[in-house]
């Protein structure tokens, strides 16, 4: 059979039509056309949701010049099963290709989990609460903590722990976030505040009002001051000169603080953190490797 030679329908519509997977899967190199129809989806895809309009757009581009980079795939029972690549084997369907170039990785399902969550990373495709869960399942997976984590893919430590810490917030902020109604850095001043209601008024507040992040920071802060204003009111035991050094370091830390002072001019300065991952965000701000 001739091979077609428009190369605007795209490099896989040069092989002859009669090729098929199991022909090219018997002889397993590295470098292969497969029927896109018979391409099973990654079912650990860190990406859970593509843009249609974006979806068209790169289908259009692919029917002019081509599919350049191959997806990746591995082999279970005879059939390939996607690792990345997802976006251009959804768009190579939309622009009516029959197959696609891929190249084959005889790798087990735990790498290409890893690989397929790396991928994305390093490819910024991801959500920031899809790339929080990534990294969180990449943690679980291969068993490591964030200093482990963060020299496997080349990112900094403190990158990582501040975007682990959004999967704290309440599902209801984890929905603006995704919704792109509010940013990482005008949703994590929040983590601050303990009652769940007063943090998803607050957040609803942002959206409506369009604040900055350094505008939630502030906000945060005066409202950590009048509760701990009213705890103080109540208990009525430190003086003006105190309070306003825990406010000062509550400020910086964004978290509870508490200073005793004693008599004799001794004490201790006691920074609260309600999780591991706010410990590692204030050891961050001190400067401390952990």
Request: aromatic share 4%.
């Amino acid at each position: 059979m001739e091979k077609k030679k428009t190369l605007g329908k795209g490099l896989a519509n040069l092989l002859p039509d009669t090729l098929d997977n199991e022909e090219v899967i018997k002889g397993n190199p590295e470098f292969q056309y497969l029927d896109v129809d018979t391409i099973e989806s990654n079912p650990n895809q860190p990406r859970k949701k593509f843009d249609q309009k974006e979806l068209e757009e790169l289908a259009e581009t692919i029917k002019n010049v081509g599919i350049i980079e191959p997806i990746i795939v591995r082999i279970e029972n005879n059939k390939p099963i996607l690792i990345s690549g997802e976006r251009r084997l959804k768009a190579a369907k939309l622009a009516g290709f029959k197959k696609i170039p891929a190249i084959i990785k005889n790798i087990d399902a735990i790498r290409s989990i890893e690989m397929a969550i790396i991928e994305n990373i390093q490819r910024e495709n991801l959500t920031p609460i899809e790339e929080a869960r990534a990294y969180e399942e990449l943690m679980k997976l291969l068993n490591l903590n964030i200093k482990q984590l963060a020299e496997r893919i080349g990112k900094d430590r403190s990158t990582i722990s501040n975007i682990l810490r959004i999967l704290k917030l309440p599902d209801e902020i984890k929905t603006l976030i995704e919704e792109k109604k509010l940013s990482v850095g005008q949703a994590r001043p929040l983590l601050s505040i303990v009652d769940k209601k007063m943090m998803i008024q607050m957040a609803e507040k942002i959206c409506k009002e369009n604040w900055s992040a350094r505008k939630v920071e502030e906000e945060v802060a005066k409202l950590l001051d009048r509760n701990h204003k009213k705890q103080n009111e109540i208990e009525n035991f430190k003086d003006p000169t105190i309070l306003e050094l825990e406010k000062k370091i509550r400020n910086k830390f964004t978290t509870k603080v508490e200073i005793r002072h004693n008599h004799n001019s001794s004490g201790k300065i006691i920074l609260h953190y309600a999780n591991l991952d706010e410990f590692d965000r204030i050891l961050e701000i001190m400067g401390i490797p952990n």
